[in-house]
């Protein structure tokens, strides 16, 4: 019996955790192939893994604020995730799943610099 409350508990909280939320609005990737996606500065920022830029979205209309080229065209890695910390963009990038490195952008797209995520 007490497995069956269990099971019923869970259901019950599942239902009411999930009954909260509801999708207020969409927009339009600005790119393909999105691989990483942030928030903050009241900015969604996103970068695609394919043609290597990082962008800068209006949340509410899906307009594109800024956007860079963010390949390193001395190291061919492969933008693969995004965060937004600090008032700065962090880009991780790989080269065939790994030696992956993350790079740090200034708000304007300013390489300020890179670190092994690994130390």
């Known amino acids: ?3 069956f409350h269990t ?3 869970l259901f019950l909280f599942a239902g009411i955790s999930v ?3 509801q999708i207020v609005a969409t927009i ?3 790119d393909a192939d999105i691989s990483g996606l942030g928030f903050g500065n009241g900015s969604l920022w996103a970068v695609d893994h394919v043609t290597e830029y990082a962008y800068q979205v209006d949340p509410a209309t ?3 604020q ?3 080229y963010c390949a390193d065209p001395f190291n061919p890695y492969t933008p693969s995730g995004l965060t937004f910390a600090n008032n700065k963009v962090y880009i991780m990038v790989n080269r065939y799943n790994f030696l992956a490195s993350c790079y740090m952008y200034d708000t304007s797209g300013n390489k300020l610099g890179y670190f092994n995520p690994a130390c």
């Open 1 to 3: 019996m007490k497995f």
């Open 66 to 68: 800024n956007s860079w």
């Open 19 to 21: 009954a909260g939320y």
């Open 62 to 64: 899906g307009t594109i």
């Open 7 to 9: 099971i019923v508990s």
């Open 28 to 30: 339009n990737a600005p």
